[in-house]
């Protein structure tokens, strides 16, 4: 299924850095006509709103909040493309002593907020003639890393929530990518010592699975290497990552 971005309307969540903002300024810079830019604090997409003019919408949300979705549903009503993006990285384990709190941390936004701003817009994309929802995970989703044991069991939960949604809308005009970056140059990743990927290049290769129709992307160097070790032998890719304990 391949979906044009030109003079598509798209939602982005967590727009104001990162990898959100190089997703959403992509999305403009290909040619789509809107893009409503979400973030908790509105006064932090300023820059983006001077760049884009009225191509871009800002919209205050928080996705640990129910009356903060529904509010962007009603706002955002004619989107093509959802890109779940928002997200945290609580580091936590059992060894930390802080499994539970991380665990609740991590899971109230990357899977519950993810799963409610879905299912926000989830009856308007399936009836769709052309559109996307494309989620955010990451390589940690695919294998545990125990040092930040719990997000990436949140990021599991989202691989399978992409998965399920995929069967859902087999028959619909709807896209379903899941995205798995590795360490990307990002406030999230500043205490992780790995090299790390470009938000751009990350944001440059999701707008290309979109119009390629690719439904698992692998957008930088480290998750493409993982990415086919894990097609090869998930058990491998468990075993390397089981090694990022401490």
Known sequence: MKVSINGKTALVSGANRGIGKAITEALLD?????????????????????????RLVPVELDVTKDESIANAASTASDIDILVNNAGVMVPGNFAY??????????????????????????????????????????????ANMPLISTYSASKAAVHSIVQGLRGELRDS?????????????????????????????????VIQAIEDGVEDVFPDVMSKQVGA??????????????????
């Open 97 to 142: 002593g802080n499994m539970l709190e991380s665990m609740k941390t991590n899971f109230e936004v990357n899977v519950w907020g993810l799963t409610k701003l879905t299912d926000a817009f989830f009856n308007k994309l399936k009836i769709s003639e052309s559109a996307a929802i494309v989620s955010i995970s990451s390589v940690a989703g695919l």
């Open 30 to 54: 290909n040619g789509a006509k809107k893009v409503y830019a979400c973030a908790r604090n509105v006064a932090s997409l300023n820059d983006l709103s001077t760049k884009y003019g009225d």
């Open 229 to 246: 070790g894990y097609m090869a032998s998930p058990k491998a890719v468990e075993t390397q990552f089981g090694g990022f304990s401490s």
């Open 173 to 205: 005009n709807v896209l379903v990518c899941g995205v798995y970056p590795g360490p990307i140059d990002t406030e999230m990743a500043k205490g992780i010592e790995m090299e790390k990927d470009t938000p751009e290049n990350v944001a440059k290769n």
